[in-house]
């Protein structure tokens, strides 16, 4: 069974910062890729940040310059470094690992990330 906890979000005024955090736990290898999804109210869900095997990294161009995605290996975790916070950057963010063989997608529960004065 796969887990995922994530923590992080918050209230925050624009302009400033957060840091989001997931733990994955459970029949989670190999993993193929893990990273960070946000669904804005009536908006689609959209990626974020996410690693894949390989190590690379792909950014949605809102978040190019903004947002920092990093990763401890040893604690299979992600965290996402959110920077310079604007409205638009309210959601709910949902950390995703895809993992395991067969593989299968899994779905933290997300976290709600509130920027606003």
Do not use: H
């Not at 940040?49 to 990093?70: C, E, L």
């Not at 959110?82 to 995703?96: F, W």
């Amino acid at each position: 069974q796969v887990q995922l906890v994530e923590s992080g979000g918050g209230l925050v005024q624009p302009g400033g910062s957060l840091r989001l955090s997931c733990a994955a736990s459970g029949s989670i290898y190999p993993i193929y890729a893990m990273g960070w999804y946000r669904q804005a109210p009536g908006k689609q869900r959209e990626l974020v940040a996410g690693f894949i095997s390989d190590g690379s990294t792909d950014y949605a161009d809102s978040a190019k310059g903004r947002f920092t995605i990093s990763r401890d290996s040893a604690k299979n975790t992600v965290y996402l470094q959110m920077n310079s916070l604007k409205p638009e950057d309210t959601a709910v963010y949902c950390c995703r690992l895809r993992a395991g063989r067969p593989p299968g997608d899994y779905w933290g529960q997300g976290t709600q990330v509130t920027v606003s004065s």
